[in-house]
């Protein structure tokens, strides 16, 4: 079946960091934008970050510009979120989505929730000391 999987969340130390990956089964990747998602305890959803079909293009959120980077390889039908610099703030259920956008030169935009048409389940990643 169709479907997104996250993995390589974890607990890590203030300053510390993780790398998560969203793995696609039973559709490729190859054009669809793929946004990266948390969501904290009692707060709402939050987007992250997008990158479009080719990994040319990436657009980020300015609360993780600069410690964050989505990649993809499209060979492994596969994203990544390389975390740096983490926070106790960033503590969070991590989400994958996929948007239909086979628009290869055109900067990718966080959508509403509603607009994707494939979530994974989430990775809990906590930072702690």
């Known amino acids: 079946q169709s479907q997104l999987v996250e993995s390589g969340g974890g607990l890590v130390k203030p300053g510390g960091s993780l790398r998560l990956s969203c793995a696609a089964s039973g559709f490729s990747l190859e054009h669809y934008a793929i946004s990266w998602f948390r969501q904290a305890p009692g707060k709402e959803r939050e987007g992250l970050a997008c990158?479009?079909?080719?990994?040319?293009?990436?657009n980020y959120m300015d609360s993780v510009k600069g410690r964050f980077t989505i990649s993809r390889d499209n060979a492994k039908n596969a994203v990544y979120l390389q975390m740096n610099s983490l926070k106790p703030e960033d503590t969070a259920v991590y989400f994958c989505?996929?948007?239909?956008?086979?628009?290869?030169?055109?900067?990718?935009?966080?959508?509403?929730?509603?607009?994707?048409?494939?979530w994974g389940q989430g990775t809990q990643v906590t930072v702690s000391s």
């Open positions: 990158i479009n079909g080719d990994g040319g293009l990436t």
């Open positions: 989505a996929a948007d239909y956008f086979p628009f290869m030169q055109t900067m990718p935009i966080l959508r509403p929730e509603n607009e994707y048409e494939y």
